[in-house]
């Protein structure tokens, strides 16, 4: 018995797989709103009954992709992160945008599906948040660590940010205990920079402006880096 439901949940997780490696290819053609069950049974050979047994709706299959594109990329930042000495604060922040790019390069259409246009009619659960932390809790964990060692030297910008902004720098020390408001702040523009600037790339916003744009990349996060006091 044990032995024969083994198999089952083996044979289950192929197709599951299977669904999911089908339906990130129609990610490509038809956009995340186009996504279908019956067009993925199709491909599969698969009366569409069937795939409902795997996926009770659409939504469920988006779910699904979106976890695994925000594990996918977690996984690409930590792996960057993890390669760079500990100490080296600045070129692991380096590394870790050039591990966020390089990911988005390489998976056009799953970056599309997380951080693009919101798929009408569709609302994310609760339990894709902990894989869309995954890259985050490593940014906030280098700047923790980096404020921690004394390895900051923020350049005076704007003046102390307003009062008004506490609550928010508050909510950002969630993933970068310690530091101050200032540099939380610092932080998040910083990696909303860095997101930005993928998806311009990828969006194509680029276009006859940047053409060594790995180049390009590099120095405007380093620029970036020294805004948080990275040297």
């Known amino acids: 018995?044990?032995?024969?439901?083994?198999?089952?949940?083996?044979?289950?997780?192929e197709l599951t797989r299977e669904i999911t490696d089908i339906a990130r290819r129609h990610l490509a053609t038809e956009g995340a709103g186009g996504l279908s069950l019956r067009a993925v049974a199709r491909e599969m050979g698969m009366v569409s009954s069937a795939i409902y047994r795997y996926f009770p709706s659409r939504d469920d299959l988006l779910t699904t992709l979106i976890i695994d594109g925000y594990?996918?990329?977690?996984?690409?930042?930590?792996?960057?992160?993890?390669?760079?000495?500990?100490?080296?604060?600045a070129g692991?922040?380096?590394?870790?945008?050039?591990?966020?790019?390089?990911?988005?390069?390489?998976?056009?259409?799953?970056?599309a599906l997380l951080f693009g246009s919101p798929v009408p009619g569709y609302?994310?659960?609760e339990d894709t948040i902990p894989p869309r932390l995954r890259d985050v809790i490593v940014m906030g964990r280098l700047v923790s660590q980096a404020y921690a060692a004394g390895a900051l030297d923020p350049?005076?910008?704007?003046?102390?940010?307003?009062?008004?902004?506490?609550?928010?720098?508050?909510n950002l020390r969630t993933v970068m205990p310690g530091v101050s408001d200032d540099l939380a702040l610092r932080a998040f523009s910083a990696w909303t920079?860095?997101?930005?600037?993928?998806?311009?790339?990828?969006?194509?916003?680029?276009?006859?402006?940047?053409f060594d744009r790995r180049t390009a990349f590099e120095r405007s996060m380093r620029i970036m880096g020294a805004t948080l006091g990275l040297r």
């Not at 594990?71 to 604060?89: K, M, S, T, Y």
């Not at 692991?92 to 970056?111: F, K, N, Q, S, T």
């Not at 920079?193 to 402006?209: D, N, P």
Request: charged share 20%; aromatic share 8%; with cysteine.
């Open 155 to 170: 350049p005076a910008l704007a003046g102390p940010p307003p009062q008004a902004l506490h609550a928010d720098a508050e």
């Open 92 to 111: 692991r922040w380096v590394a870790i945008c050039h591990g966020v790019r390089d990911w988005a390069l390489a998976h056009p259409h799953e970056y």
């Open 193 to 210: 920079a860095l997101y930005g600037w993928v998806s311009f790339e990828l969006f194509g916003q680029l276009e006859k402006t940047i």
């Open 123 to 125: 609302e994310a659960p």
């Open 1 to 13: 018995m044990t032995a024969s439901r083994t198999a089952r949940e083996r044979v289950r997780a």
């Open 71 to 89: 594990n996918a990329l977690g996984e690409a930042v930590e792996q960057a992160d993890a390669a760079c000495p500990g100490d080296d604060h």
